[in-house]
C-alpha cells in the first residue's frame, strides 16, 4: 500500500477549513438577514399595512384569496426612543396576480402616523390608496372625468389632495 505524500493531507486540511469558514460566514449573514427581516416583519407599521391590504374588498379583488407576502425588498426602518421612520415595500400575491404594498410612515411620542400606504398592481401598475378605501383611483377619476379637464389638471388636483399643498398655476 503507497503511502500518501503529507502535501496532499495539508491541502484536504486547508480545504476543509475554507469551507468551515465560508460555512460560518453564510451562517452569520443568514442569522443577521433573519434577525432584521423578523424585526421588519413583526413592526407595527409592516402589520398595519399588511392588515389594511388583507382588508381591503379592492385588493381582494385584485389578487384573490388567500393574499401572502413576501419577503421585504426595500426598506429603511430607524427608530430612536420614541421617534422614527418606516419606508416599506412589501411584495404580496395571491392567486389571481402580485403586487407591492408601499408605506410611508413616522412615529413622533411612540405613536406610529401614516401618510401613505398604496397597493400597486404588478399586471398593470393601477394604484389603490389604503389609507383611504373609499377614494376613486386616478384611472377611475380620469374615466369619470365628464369636465373635459386635461390629464395634467386632474393629476395636479389628485396632487394636490394627496399632499394637501396646493400647486401654482398659470406656469
Known amino acids: 500500500m503507497a503511502r500518501r505524500s503529507p502535501i496532499i493531507w495539508i491541502g484536504c486540511g ?5 469551507m468551515l469558514f465560508i460555512l460560518f460566514i453564510a451562517v452569520i449573514v443568514g442569522v443577521i438577514f433573519l434577525g432584521a427581516s423578523s424585526l421588519i416583519t413583526s413592526s407595527e407599521p409592516y402589520q398595519h399595512a399588511i392588515t389594511q391590504a388583507k382588508e381591503s374588498d379592492k ?6 384569496e388567500p393574499m401572502e407576502e413576501g419577503f421585504v425588498t426595500s426598506s429603511s426602518f430607524n427608530i430612536n426612543n420614541d421617534s422614527g421612520t418606516a419606508q416599506m415595500s412589501i411584495p404580496v400575491s395571491g392567486p389571481n396576480g402580485s403586487g407591492v404594498v ?4 413616522t412615529m413622533f411620542k411612540g405613536k406610529w402616523t401614516y401618510h401613505t400606504i398604496t397597493f400597486t398592481n404588478d399586471t398593470d401598475s393601477s394604484m389603490i390608496d389604503l389609507l383611504n378605501p373609499d377614494r376613486p383611483t386616478v384611472e377611475e377619476r380620469l374615466k369619470e372625468n365628464k369636465q373635459g379637464k386635461r390629464m395634467e389638471e386632474v393629476i395636479e388636483q389628485e396632487l394636490e389632495e394627496l399632499t394637501g399643498v396646493p400647486l401654482e398655476r398659470g406656469r
Do not use: F, I, R
Open 14 to 18: 486547508c480545504a476543509t477549513l475554507l
Open 59 to 64: 385588493v381582494k379583488e385584485v389578487l384573490g
Open 102 to 105: 408601499d408605506l410611508n410612515a
